[in-house]
């Protein structure tokens, strides 16, 4: 094997010349020790060629998604092996000054300087060149390590090694396809009738021999041999794979048994392309927790795995319910909710005694419907909701208003004690209540607290000419207080009347 | 108010108040099914007037709802400071903005939950849920 040396050394007349002296030949073309040697040493500093150093002509570089051995590309000793993703490393050990090398003597030399233990897989011998994979990283670095030497062998010819990331290409023969099928019907469960390929290139079977399922000629293969020995298979695991993508693969029509499919922490970045394939299938259990996609649709994730797998009903061993529904329908809505019946009367009086203190000229006896540490606070909704309610907008306590000191803002608009409430409520613009347009929602009666909410229409009526419908929802915390109630909490949001409340409210309320 | 321990309880009321509605209008909206989860065991939801109690009555209620996009524009909290809730954080929330249901229009909407500490999560005991005009639109 050689580079055209002859060509790489001369200087390009152009581009073009370039471009066609720079094709990469396996047969060398001299015999000339020195050029060979410059070659070998041009591209030991040229990470863009290493397809041409001692690559099988098999291997393909562009647009692989393999990544690249990324060095320093004048000094190879300090070059520093990136950890491949898929966990393979290419090697080319190449013996300068022969055209024919003994490999044996060549493996042995390398064996005897190398001090670890390495086993190498599709070894291939091209003239002079020794090319083999490692799937061991401390192996490929400590080979990339020995190559950064000067080595010599024993008849002083040069010896050259580079490591790069790559996993082998293989030949899918009858032999290999055999092999294959051997590890999966081990892998296979006839009475579950299923199939798990899980890591199935750590298989100790594969010990020699790459059998990566995110090489996508094998994943097909595999696929292959499942749809022509096992066409009733219903469950399949192929999780920590490092498969990047799956496509041009019908599964409905290879595997139409399928119901459950586990690809859990592969490489998958797109749910789309998975769909495509698993289209017409009626998988019932999907688990693919741990690959790209499912960090990307965050909280979208199961909603876009319900609607791109109708008919997935587990998935990563969860029930799945789409919140996406085709329901347009509401619940009829009702005035009132008690959740204890006793606490009716308690409620009804209780309101009745509020609203008409509250409406009358006096305010000031609402102080008695308050505990001494009562809390009362407002909040109403921004201008653009419902208008700017001028009369009250100071008292706007509302989390989302944005202030400097939101702490100390709150504190402030906080009304705490009798006093304070009261001053706020007489302070209130005048209103009229209609106890008709109220909805009512207890939500807790006990002996020592209760609560409810009241929700409801009021008219403004000191509020010039316009007098303007406004809408109310109260919540109470209500605790027993000598042979009575007292308020120990209340929250007031206040906003605008919307919609029908409008025309009811003005009718509704005199 | 000046008592450092009832200043921190607001501070840790308000934090809550803020955290909590985000949790839940993004679990109502989006993960549905997960909404049960966020309350007690024995929980109360009444939604326009049609109460649901426990988690799995609530959890059916809600997937019984069209599909809602929740947007919150007030936010107000207090501590419940009562003997009640001597030892266990207990806020009163009540909160608004508009909401709209699958095939409806957009409405205003409020809003009143009262939440409490279990363990290290706070969880709803009970969740008063009106549609501004519901009972007039009908």
Request: proline share 5%; with cysteine; charged share 25%.
């Amino acid at each position: 094997m050689s580079h055209n040396h002859r060509n790489s050394l001369q200087k390009p007349k152009n581009a073009t010349a370039f471009k066609q002296t720079r094709k990469v030949q396996f047969k060398p073309v001299t015999k000339n020790k020195k050029s060979l040697e410059l070659a070998a040493r041009h591209l030991n500093d040229d990470d863009e060629d290493m397809d041409g150093v001692g690559t099988s002509s098999s291997f393909k570089r562009r647009g692989s998604p393999r990544p690249m051995m990324k060095g320093n590309h004048s000094h190879p000793q300090q070059r520093k092996l990136i950890q491949s993703f898929y966990g393979w490393y290419h090697v080319a050990i190449t013996a300068l000054n022969k055209n024919e090398v003994n490999k044996d003597e060549l493996w042995t030399y390398i064996m005897s300087q190398l001090n670890h233990h390495i086993i190498p897989m599709h070894w291939k011998l091209d003239n002079a060149t020794i090319v083999f994979y490692v799937n061991d990283f401390t192996a490929a670095e400590k080979l990339l390590h020995l190559g950064s030497k000067k080595l010599l062998m024993p008849d002083n010819s040069r010896i050259i090694i580079k490591v790069r990331a790559g996993y082998p290409s293989v030949t899918l023969d009858d032999a290999y396809k055999e092999k294959m099928k051997l590890v999966m019907a081990k892998r296979y469960n006839a009475a579950g009738r299923s199939l798990d390929l899980s890591k199935f290139n750590e298989d100790p079977d594969f010990s020699t021999m790459f059998c990566g399922l995110f090489h996508g000629p094998i994943f097909k293969e595999a696929i292959e041999i499942i749809s022509q020995n096992i066409p009733d298979l219903e469950i399949l695991l192929i999780n920590d794979n490092k498969i990047s993508r799956i496509d041009n693969i019908s599964f409905s029509a290879k595997l139409p048994n399928l119901k459950s499919l586990n690809i859990a922490n592969n490489r998958i970045q797109n749910i789309a392309t998975l769909s495509i394939c698993f289209k017409d299938c009626q998988l019932l259990d999907l688990t693919m927790k741990g690959n790209p996609f499912v960090d990307k649709l965050r909280q979208r994730y199961r909603n876009e795995v319900a609607k791109k797998f109708p008919t997935v009903k587990m998935l990563d061993g969860e029930q799945l319910v789409s919140t996406e529904n085709n329901i347009t329908t509401l619940p009829p809505a009702k005035a009132s909710f008690f959740c204890q019946i006793e606490g009716t009367e308690i409620v009804k009086q209780f309101l009745a005694q509020y609203f008409l203190i509250l409406d009358s000229a006096n305010r000031a006896p609402l102080a008695d419907a308050y505990h001494a540490d009562a809390l009362l606070s407002v909040t109403i909704p921004p201008a653009g909701q419902a208008g700017r309610i001028e009369s009250i907008w100071k008292n706007n306590r509302n989390f989302m208003r944005i202030v400097p000191d939101p702490e100390t803002f709150r504190a402030k608009q906080l009304k705490v004690g009798r006093n304070s409430i009261v001053g706020f409520l007489c302070d209130f613009p005048k209103t009229a209540h209609n106890l008709q347009t109220f909805a009512v929602d207890m939500c807790l009666f006990t002996p020592k607290i209760l609560s409810f909410n009241v929700a409801g229409l009021f008219k403004e009526i000191d509020s010039g000419e316009t007098k303007p419908i406004r809408y109310f929802h109260r919540q109470f915390i209500i605790v027993p207080n000598g042979s009575g109630f007292c308020i120990k909490n209340e929250l007031l949001l206040v906003t605008s009347g919307h919609g029908p409340q409008l025309k009811e409210g003005a009718q509704l309320i005199v | 108010m000046d008592d450092p321990a009832v200043k921190k309880l607001f501070e840790e009321c308000n934090k809550t108040a803020q955290k909590f509605t985000s949790l839940y209008y993004q679990a109502f909206d989006k993960r549905r099914h997960d909404l049960g989860t966020l309350y007690l065991d024995n929980g109360l939801l009444v939604w326009n007037g049609n109460g649901a109690t426990g988690r799995d009555q609530i959890q059916s209620a809600v997937l019984q709802l069209p599909t809602t996009s929740h947007r919150l524009n007030t936010l107000d909290a207090q501590p419940i400071i009562d003997e009640t809730t001597v030892g266990q954080a207990t806020f009163c929330i009540t909160c608004g903005g508009t909401v709209k249901y699958n095939g409806h229009d957009v409405k205003p909407f409020q809003q009143s939950f009262i939440i409490t500490a279990d363990g290290d999560k706070f969880r709803i005991v009970s969740d008063i849920y009106r549609v501004q005009d519901a009972l007039f639109a009908q």
